[in-house]
């Protein structure tokens, strides 16, 4: 069991998620919350006037991608212990999250034992993973090999399109295409990209060589 009192900032996108995941937590002995965030520049804020021990943070954030600040927390603040706690499970974000400083990087599908026992071992100052992403950086060939993606003709362009920052409407100008249509081909790239937004489907699509 931990000893001290340790402080944990909890980052991420969705507000009950966090809230929920402070609250389960705080009611492990020694454990406090110190503040949630909903987003990055936020955290930046008070860690600029607050100290913590740890940084719980999630990869997807509206503002700035976890990677990213990730690597801002740790050039202004080498010794603070970031963990990435994220629903992303390729092995390539997995990595660049550790190449940027993170000390470890969990699933959200981490029971609370092998979360206080992952944060107890960077406090040890080790770099910890989830038992499940263990098994994506021991056996890449088989967790870490992305199905492969295929994507349409019209799908391309519409990717494309999106990544220059074109609205729908300028879209289904452009192709000649309904809105609605536009909004279809969206739907289904976010689907094949397994991403939540417009942001995150442009990286993936990106990391993946289709940009």
Do not use: W
């Amino acid at each position: 069991m931990l000893q001290n009192k340790i402080k944990i900032a909890l980052v991420d996108d969705h507000p009950m998620v966090a809230e929920g995941l402070g609250k389960v937590l705080s009611s492990v002995e020694n454990i406090e919350i110190t503040q949630y965030f909903f987003d990055g520049h936020s955290l930046l804020q008070f860690l600029n006037h607050t100290a913590v021990d740890i940084v719980l943070l999630d990869i997807t954030l509206p503002d700035i991608d976890g990677i990213v600040l990730c690597k801002t927390i740790k050039l202004s603040f080498p010794k603070m212990i970031v963990l990435a706690l994220s629903h992303h499970h390729n092995r390539k974000i997995i990595m660049d999250m550790l190449n940027n400083g993170a000390n470890g990087y969990m699933l959200k599908n981490v029971s609370l034992e092998e979360l206080v026992n992952c944060i107890d071992a960077a406090l040890r100052g080790e770099i910890v993973f989830s038992r499940d992403v263990k098994e994506i950086i021991i056996s890449p060939q088989l967790s870490g090999h992305e199905k492969s993606i295929r994507l349409t003709n019209r799908e391309k362009e519409v990717l494309g399109l999106i990544a220059a920052g074109k609205t729908t409407m300028q879209m289904a100008e452009q192709l000649f295409i309904s809105k609605f249509t536009i909004e279809s081909h969206r739907k289904n790239l976010l689907q094949k990209f397994e991403a939540k937004n417009v942001a995150e489907l442009i990286r993936i699509a990106s990391d993946k060589g289709f940009l």
